[in-house]
């Protein structure tokens, strides 16, 4: 099992299962359960409730691939200018 949390800005958004879009400041955590299935949520950063992230699971083949797909999605995610 491996998790990884950072940080990011999304100026347009970000959709989330239990409320829509979330825009900002927000946090974004991914979860391995060892088994290579990935969860991936986000918060408001400094919040306490996290949200699913729209199509926010995954399997991957090989959970030592889990870091890269981690920071393909901050990148992806972070558009501070919109």
Known sequence: MSEFSSPFS???G????EVGVIT???ELRSVSSGDGVVTVKVR???????YRLRGG???LADDAD???VHSLLVGVLN???G
């Open 66 to 68: 889990h870091a890269a």
């Open 57 to 59: 699971q995954c399997k």
């Open 14 to 17: 970000v959709m989330t299962e």
């Open 79 to 81: 558009r501070p200018g």
């Open 10 to 12: 999304a100026g347009p």
């Open 24 to 26: 900002g400041e927000l």
């Open 44 to 50: 408001y950063a400094g919040a306490d409730e996290w």
